[in-house]
């Protein structure tokens, strides 16, 4: 099947929409939040043309005289149609003049409902400067709009709350617009904290106004997740290695085996997970080897939500093995550093037949855009939560949020991330991950970042 992918710069309002024709269809998404994509799908190479008049753009199937005409005279054709395109360009510019509008765009990531409101989670902070409310009312409504700048990622969100509703969309462009609307007269309440925005209606029962104000003082907190909520989600925590693979050794005796460091971490992390309502299974909960594969087929298997893989590091020589320490939480994408890269080669040659299964297989394939980015979120969230919780105790390095090839993560059907909890090999760090101490603090530290997953992302 042949493709014909174009992209500009815009945003769609509405859902993706699809048009079929006779010998193509032509698809129109929001490829990402600032990048509109149109996608024709045909079964044989087929010349498309793009015709641009005023504000519209046509695309359509070149007819079969022009496609007897030569390839020069069809580019020649193009060029002068590109030049419409420059007074556009020119207000996009023009756009850009105030200082404070060459930042990043604000992104609504998503919306929460919760008790007589809404949460809009944002990717970066707002201000109560940069937010313009007003009243509107006609014969059946009282509303209160809210707006301010911004992007909304994915469609239009409603929600109902008895007789009120509110209503987040795109209003233009540039704007993001929230509608609370009720067929009595009511107060709204707003409330600004870190990356979110509290919108909802303000009750008249000073008391439980109150409540609600408490409510939303702690969004944030680890106990809105509702128990129900928790009950229902599956976490896979895979312990490293096992059996004849010890995994990276942290002395010369070698009494310090990294099989053994990550499965107490594990165990002890599902222990935290089961005690804030999750359900957690294990990959492994004894020292068994378990084929690589065999790790995310049991996730898939089970319809997990998410795959936590326990690692422990190691230096690359006896050099390093004093200076190379830290927390580290990689997802799974090529990878794009030379650490990467050795970090991944340390924990995919435990199983050579396991890494045989996987390289006559492309990675590609693997690599649904929509998990690597929910990954990518978990890691964040967690690597975050881990160095809150130990840095309160010990001097923990941070050594970030990562990318690598881990065969181990190749397959999951769920957010999946692995985690290398310290160096084995650093004289002080390694003694730290063997302690049954520090892997509690590890294992709180681990639970609150998948507390914060799950509430950003319900």
Known sequence: NYRHISD?????????????????????????????????????????????????????????TVLKTPKKETTQKDLPKKQEIKPVKAQNSQDKKPKQDKKDPLYVLDVDKISNAVILNLSDTLSDDEISVFSSKDQKFFRQIVSFKGILEGNRKNFTFGKNNITVTQYNPKTVRIVLSSPKEFDISKNLEDKSLTLGFQKDNK???????????????????????????????????????????????????????????????????????????????????????????????????????????????????????????????P????????????????????????????????????????????????????????????????????????????GAQMPAILIEIGYITHPSEGQRIASKTFQDILAKGIADGVDSYFYHNR
């Open 8 to 64: 500009f710069n815009g945003v769609l309002e509405g859902g993706k929409k699809e048009y079929k024709m006779d010998d193509y269809r032509v698809v129109i998404s929001q490829y990402n939040p600032k990048t509109i994509r149109i996608v024709i799908y045909a079964k044989e190479r087929i010349p498309i043309t793009f015709d641009f008049n005023d504000k519209k753009l046509k695309i359509s199937k070149q007819s079969s």
């Open 207 to 333: 008391k439980t106004s109150k409540n609600d104000d408490k409510k939303n003082k702690n969004n944030n907190n680890k106990n809105v997740l509702s128990s129900n909520f928790k009950s229902k989600k599956i976490i896979v925590i895979d312990a490293g290695h096992g059996g004849k693979d010890s995994g990276a050794l942290g002395n010369k005796q070698g009494t310090l085996k990294e099989k053994n460091i990550v499965l107490s971490t594990a165990l002890k992390l599902g222990s935290e997970l089961k005690k804030r309502g999750y359900r957690v299974l294990y990959t492994r909960s004894t020292d068994q080897f378990i084929n690589l594969r065999d790790r995310t087929k049991f996730a898939n298997d089970k319809r997990a939500d998410l795959f936590i893989s326990v690692h422990a590091n190691a230096a690359p020589n006896a050099k390093k093995a004093k200076s190379a320490e830290g927390v580290e939480t990689f997802f799974l994408s």
């Open 335 to 410: 990878a794009r550093s030379e650490r990467s890269k050795k970090a991944a080669e340390k924990e995919n040659q435990g199983d050579f037949e396991e890494i045989n299964y996987f390289s006559k297989q492309s990675i590609l394939n693997f690599l649904n855009r929509e998990k690597i980015v929910a990954s990518n979120k978990l890691a964040i969230d967690v690597q975050k939560n881990i160095l809150t919780q130990t840095r309160k105790k010990y001097k923990i390095v941070d050594g970030g949020v990562r990318e690598a090839p881990f065969w181990v993560l190749v």
